[in-house]
């Protein structure tokens, strides 16, 4: 399970929609908690991708920043965000081509967004060969 607070969801909501029609990309602070994970803050980043609108590739100094957030408030990175601009909340082909990349420890939150606003949100752990979706809490 991912809890996030209540409160985080219009900032998540106002970081995609500043990027839209191109997919936001951001890493996660927090705690994990055996199979949980506690979401405390995003660290919004670059998105490098050359075609920015279908896929992401996260500006590598993002994750030195979000690593320095972390350890600062005694957390540590816990995931990655993105959105995809008018598009389902699910793991797409580029998304489960970087899973193995990314890493089983690691939750990955995926957001749609439109132009009226963020309208899903759902979260995925990979299991070494597919994206498994797990449930999102929001306190």
Same mark, same amino acid.
């Given at each position: 399970?991912?809890?996030?607070?209540?409160?985080?969801?219009?900032?998540?909501?106002?970081?995609?929609?500043r990027a839209?029609?191109?997919?936001?990309?951001?890493?996660?602070?927090?705690?994990?908690?055996?199979?949980?994970?506690?979401?405390?803050?995003?660290?919004?980043?670059?998105? !490098?991708?050359? @075609?920015?609108a279908t896929?992401?590739?996260? %500006?590598? #100094? =993002? *994750?030195?920043?979000?690593?320095?957030?972390?350890?600062?408030?005694?957390?540590?990175?816990?995931?990655?965000?993105?959105?995809?601009?008018?598009?389902?909340?699910?793991?797409?082909?580029?998304?489960?081509?970087?899973?193995?990349?990314?890493?089983?420890?690691?939750?990955? !939150?995926?957001? @749609?967004?439109?132009?009226?606003?963020?309208? %899903?949100? #759902? =979260? *995925?752990?990979?299991?070494?060969?597919?994206?498994?979706?797990?449930?999102?809490?929001?306190?």
């Amino acid at each position: 399970m991912v809890v996030i607070q209540r409160h985080f969801e219009s900032q998540i909501a106002a970081w995609a929609q500043r990027a839209y029609p191109n997919e936001a990309v951001g890493l996660l602070v927090g705690r994990r908690l055996g199979d949980d994970w506690d979401v405390h803050r995003l660290v919004p980043a670059a998105n !490098l991708a050359t @075609t920015p609108a279908t896929q992401f590739v996260l %500006d590598p #100094t =993002a *994750w030195f920043d979000a690593e320095q957030i972390a350890v600062q408030a005694g957390m540590a990175i816990v995931g990655i965000i993105h959105s995809h601009p008018d598009a389902p909340a699910r793991p797409s082909v580029h998304d489960s081509a970087s899973g193995d990349s990314l890493g089983r420890d690691l939750v990955f !939150l995926i957001s @749609t967004i439109t132009k009226n606003g963020m309208r %899903d949100l #759902t =979260a *995925w752990q990979w299991d070494g060969r597919e994206y498994q979706e797990i449930i999102v809490q929001w306190n």
